[in-house]
């Protein structure tokens, strides 16, 4: 199916499933243990072997010699595993290292070897026995030092650099300017489930059960590596304990499990061990941001930069840090540029909100230090630079932007009135009490998405496509699609997902797999509709599905009578056509936030949260509000804890575990409360809706940045906003 034009009316506006707050189906299965997650496949997998990952003692340089005597020798031990007796191995297309590191080492804790065993205890001790003789040379580790060397970011200038009318010469002449550098630290995903792979070879056809966002990508992408026909690998993920991007790509521990049952001729499980993860996968890169704005003495913009340094690996790719001063806020006069620093560091790669996450955490500071300048409300600053229109090219309008009703719904709801403007003046006992607020904004993707949907012969429906869940609800939307497009309860239909062997769908990443997946389980179900009314003998064209029963001309058939003799099947893909050229399409909200500051102390507590959000129909806003406060959790983490330090002597991230890496805990969160509009885009898919996980995300540091800074008159600019930045400019405690 082609999706070229808006949407119009359709079986999906019926909302008798789609829209309403539903449980989430995979749910019993979870609180139970029965979910079976890539390490559990002990049915599928009997008589496992496990593996132990061994990662680089340095962060660059070669490895002179391994020494795996000792370790073969060890109890239990079956092989050891590494780029010796590997064989040829291809890089993927999604990696920018090599998955097995040596001779060269392109950064610390890359996998050198697999130490494979009986028992995950004696691969483990083996794994101590194992000596690597490194010939380490000097790297670049750290980001500010490497600014002046960072070249563009990407070959194609357009998407580096962005320029409209005369930046300098109206921010020179501008009555008001802001102009002020802001940085973010590098950040791990931290998800709960590790990296992990149980690999089963058949001859020379290889199923590997992985945690893995994109089934389609990791498919191609080990075949690649190893020099195999696609079909020949099948990858099945039905469940993964989170992801944040951090699994959107093949990893290491995927490959060394594959490797390693090949070499000892049975299953193999690998899980990366937690100390690893931080090195040896990808994390969000740090930033440094140089913002400077330029506005009439009423707050317009008339001017407005946007510069953002990060770094990767050569062949890496930046944080894309501007995308959203380039969309969001009016200005006749601007310039974004990204540059990218070569850094000897881990893979930076995408993490929740990639870009936006980042770039709002100082945008939206920017703005609150703009409007202290003109002695405006933040709110009102954001209002007054709204725009209907793609501020880089005027041609180009919003399918919907409902910008402003967020800012004046959250303000009202929140009770944004009662902030005192000037910081420092609100106290209650021990705790100075301030507001904060920030924009949201993610830009609204979609990628091609298949699904296949069965009637069954007892009347059910089934539905297979390789999306993965990756604990946002997809299974449910997903069911809920089919259930509305067919006209049955959603009790009566099953979702199997995460299996290479069902159609490709669009898969887990950038805000784009709900919205696109559930578009290609309606096309699929609209070719069902097609088959199950000539099965019937009705027009296809008038039939109606509802109640379970499907009417026509005057007719009224059960739905289960076109599958009595045969399962009656429908499979389709979404595939959409150039409207993102003509509409821009984003996903908008704001954030509100209230904080306590100790006195005496400096120490912070989050009291309240609110999210507005717009972004389209909400199919299920029950797990769409999940997705929402498990974002604004993580944007509290951003604000005040999370930071990857990087020693840059050594070239690696110190507090590679979760005792030295902080993400928040249920203490650490108050009460959150969410809004959804109600709206749709039909400009975006037959759904009708956009992506919302990632928007919670974006602007949620920047919102507690700024409650900090009323509650205490400190402004960091450095994040995380810990004790020792805050202290020194603390009020006089009395």
């Known amino acids: 199916m082609k999706f070229t034009t808006p949407a119009t009316t359709n079986p999906i506006d019926r909302l008798q499933v789609i829209g309403k707050p539903t449980d989430r189906i995979d749910g019993p299965f979870k609180t139970t243990g029965t979910?079976?997650?890539?390490?559990?496949?002990?049915?599928?997998?009997?008589?496992?072997?496990?593996?132990?990952?061994?990662?680089?003692?340095?962060?660059k340089g070669t490895i002179r010699r391994i020494d795996t005597r000792a370790a073969r020798a060890a109890p239990g031990v079956l092989a050891v595993i590494t780029h010796e007796n590997a064989g040829k191995l291809v890089k993927?297309?999604?990696?920018?290292?090599?998955?097995?590191?040596?001779?060269?080492?392109?950064?610390?804790?890359?996998?050198?070897?697999?130490?494979?065993?009986?028992?995950?205890?004696?691969?483990?001790?083996?794994?101590a026995l194992l000596h690597v003789e490194y010939a380490p040379v000097n790297g670049v580790y750290d980001l500010e030092a490497a600014m002046n060397a960072a070249g563009p970011a990407s070959k194609d200038k357009a998407k580096s650099t962005t320029k409209v009318g005369n930046f300098e010469a109206a921010f020179a002449s501008a009555p008001v300017k802001l102009d002020a550098t802001y940085k973010t630290p590098d950040q791990t995903h931290a998800m709960m489930e590790p990296h992990a792979s149980t690999a089963v070879w058949q001859g020379d056809t290889l199923t590997l059960y992985t945690a893995n966002q994109m089934i389609n990508w990791?498919?191609?992408?080990?075949?690649?590596?190893?020099?195999?026909?696609?079909?020949?690998?099948?990858?099945?993920?039905?469940?993964?304990?989170?992801?944040?991007?951090?699994?959107?790509?093949?990893?290491?521990?995927?490959?060394?499990?594959?490797?390693?049952?090949?070499?000892?001729?049975?299953?193999?499980?690998?899980?990366?061990?937690?100390?690893?993860?931080?090195?040896?996968?990808?994390?969000?890169?740090?930033?440094?941001?140089?913002?400077?704005?330029?506005?009439?003495?009423?707050?317009?913009?008339?001017?407005?930069?946007?510069?953002?340094?990060?770094?990767?690996?050569?062949?890496?790719?930046?944080?894309?840090?501007?995308?959203?001063?380039?969309?969001?806020?009016?200005?006749?006069?601007?310039?974004?540029?990204?540059?990218l620093a070569v850094l000897d560091l881990a893979e930076g790669n995408a993490m929740r909100a990639p870009g936006e996450a980042p770039g709002m955490m100082a945008l939206e500071i920017a703005m609150d230090e703009l409007a202290e300048k003109l002695q405006m409300d933040p709110v009102t600053l954001r209002v007054v630079n709204d725009t209907t229109v793609d501020p880089e090219k005027p041609?180009?309008?919003?399918?919907?932007r409902r910008f402003v009703d967020t800012l004046r719904l959250g303000a009202g709801r929140f009770g944004w009135n009662r902030r005192n403007p000037k910081p420092g003046q609100v106290r209650d006992g021990r705790w100075l009490v301030g507001y904060g607020m920030a924009a949201a904004f993610r830009n609204n993707l979609v990628m091609k998405s298949a699904a296949r949907v069965r009637l069954e012969r007892d009347g059910t429906v089934t539905v297979e496509t390789d999306m993965t869940d990756i604990g946002t609800g997809t299974y449910t939307i997903v069911g809920q699609t089919a259930a509305e497009m067919l006209g049955v309860?959603?009790?009566?239909?099953?979702?199997?997902?995460?299996?290479?062997?069902?159609?490709?769908?669009a898969g887990s990443g950038g805000q784009w797999g709900g919205n696109s997946s559930t578009a290609g389980v309606y096309a699929a179900c609209v070719k069902l509709r097609e088959n199950v009314a000539k099965k019937l003998g009705l027009d296809p064209a008038q039939a109606d599905f509802s109640g379970g029963m499907v009417r026509a001309g005057g007719k009224a058939l059960p739905l289960e009578q076109a599958s009595r003799e045969a399962d009656v099947i429908g499979e389709d893909t979404m595939e959409y056509g150039d409207l993102d050229k003509t509409y821009q399409q984003s996903t908008f909200g704001a954030h509100f936030v209230e904080v306590a500051v100790d006195a005496a102390t400096a120490e912070v507590r989050v009291r309240r949260m609110l999210a507005v959000c717009a972004a389209g129909r909400i199919l299920n806003p029950k797990s769409a509000r999940s997705q929402v406060i498990g974002a604004m959790t993580m944007g509290v983490g951003a604000a005040l804890m999370e930071d990857l330090v990087v020693d840059k002597r050594a070239g690696f991230f110190v507090n590679h575990d979760l005792a030295g890496y902080e993400v928040p805990v249920?203490?650490?969160?108050?009460?959150?409360?969410?809004?959804?509009?109600?709206?749709?885009?039909?400009?975006?898919?037959?759904m009708k809706a956009k992506g919302v996980g990632e928007l919670g995300i974006c602007g949620v540091a920047a919102a507690v940045a700024n409650a900090i800074y009323n509650a205490t008159g400190v402004r960091v600019r450095d994040y995380p906003v810990t004790l020792d930045k805050l202290l020194p400019g603390m009020p006089r405690y009395a």
């Open 35 to 59: 979910a079976p997650y890539a390490y559990e496949q002990h049915k599928v997998a009997p008589n496992a072997a496990y593996g132990w990952v061994v990662g680089a003692g340095i962060a």
């Open 92 to 127: 993927g297309k999604y990696n920018t290292a090599h998955l097995l590191g040596g001779p060269e080492i392109q950064h610390y804790h890359q996998a050198v070897a697999l130490i494979v065993a009986e028992t995950f205890e004696q691969a483990r001790a083996a794994a």
């Open 218 to 339: 990791g498919k191609k992408d080990m075949a690649r590596t190893l020099g195999i026909p696609e079909e020949n690998v099948r990858l099945v993920s039905p469940y993964i304990g989170g992801g944040f991007g951090g699994k959107l790509f093949l990893r290491s521990e995927a490959l060394l499990a594959t490797l390693g049952a090949k070499a000892v001729g049975r299953p193999v499980k690998v899980t990366l061990q937690r100390a690893l993860m931080m090195n040896n996968t990808t994390h969000r890169p740090a930033t440094i941001q140089h913002i400077r704005i330029g506005a009439t003495r009423e707050g317009r913009i008339t001017a407005i930069a946007h510069e953002s340094w990060s770094g990767d690996l050569p062949d890496g790719g930046p944080e894309t840090a501007v995308n959203q001063t380039r969309l969001l806020y009016a200005g006749p006069n601007r310039f974004t540029q990204m540059r």
């Open 395 to 400: 041609g180009r309008r919003f399918s919907q």
């Open 489 to 505: 309860p959603l009790s009566r239909v099953t979702v199997r997902l995460g299996d290479s062997a069902y159609p490709v769908s």
């Open 666 to 686: 249920h203490a650490d969160i108050p009460h959150q409360e969410v809004i959804f509009l109600d709206e749709t885009d039909p400009v975006s898919s037959p």
